[in-house]
């Protein structure tokens, strides 16, 4: 298409997605409350005893549930996003890749709430309870409701995202955008980039964050790659665990 409608396309595809986020977040908003109350339960026992929730400005309570609202709005969302965005790419898709389309959307969903999963079950008390720890050696904590609640939301998107990290090195790998060998044998300087991905990427800066979803990342990179070997395997040899993309390109019009 020219360039024109393409951006027709995306504006139409975009307007979608904006559309979805404001009506789920305007039918969420009556809800924040207890949906506020269900993103702090893991950390509640790692609060100083008998603390609140505290809003120090006016529009404070409206700020908040507004965030909350659109946050879950998001969420609630992820499948019509993810959707949107791989059908403004299909159409440059040829037949055999578009049988992938609806399984990677699939896993990219259930990865994403995997992650939130994770997130809220195992990282947040671990999270909060260093930081809390840290404040009350000298002070009192007080409980900022917009403080804590934008931490605990960008944890579970991080998490979330963290989590698509299989699908990447996957895809990466099965196609020979990078050959399986190179992600094999520099395996020591993927393992000090995602180190250094974990400390810029953790909104809290907390050291216990960071361990958490560096251990995280690395069972998912070595999981990932076990993985996209059986499929190289498979589906063109044991040599094939050596081909580049140029390489993996011949074959296919071998086939052909």
Not at 3 to 32: G, M
Not at 72 to 97: D, H, Q, R, S
Not at 156 to 165: I, N, T
Not at 199 to 213: C, E, H, K, W, Y
Request: include cysteine; aromatic fraction near 14%.
């Amino acid at each position: 298409m020219p360039l024109f409608d393409h951006l027709a396309e995306f504006r139409r595809r975009f307007t979608i997605v904006v559309v979805s986020v404001i009506v789920a977040a305007i039918v969420v908003y009556f809800a924040t409350p207890t949906l506020i109350d269900i993103m702090l339960d893991p950390i509640k026992t790692v609060l100083p005893e008998g603390s609140q929730l505290t809003v120090l400005t006016a529009l404070g309570g409206f700020t908040i549930r507004f965030k909350v609202a659109l946050f879950f709005g998001a969420i609630m969302c992820t499948p019509i996003i993810l959707w949107e965005v791989l059908g403004f790419f299909l159409p440059a898709l040829n037949e055999k890749e578009r049988k992938w389309v609806l399984p990677t959307l699939a896993a990219m969903v259930g990865l994403f709430f995997l992650g939130m999963v994770f997130c809220y079950f195992v990282i947040q008390k671990a999270a909060f309870g260093w930081l809390v720890e840290q404040i009350t050696e000298f002070a009192t904590a007080t409980v900022n409701a917009e403080d804590y609640l934008s931490i605990v939301m960008l944890l579970e998107v991080g998490f979330g995202f963290a989590f698509q990290l299989p699908l990447i090195i996957f895809y990466l790998s099965i196609l020979h955008v990078v050959p399986y060998r190179t992600f094999r044998g520099q395996w020591r300087y993927v393992y000090v980039i995602l180190l250094v991905v974990c400390g810029v990427v953790t909104p809290d800066a907390s050291p216990i964050t960071m361990v958490l979803m560096y251990a995280v990342m690395l069972a998912l990179y070595e999981v990932s790659l076990f993985v996209a070997r059986r499929v190289i395997i498979l589906r063109d040899g044991k040599e094939a665990l050596y081909w580049t993309r140029e390489q993996y390109e011949e074959n296919e019009l071998k086939k052909i």
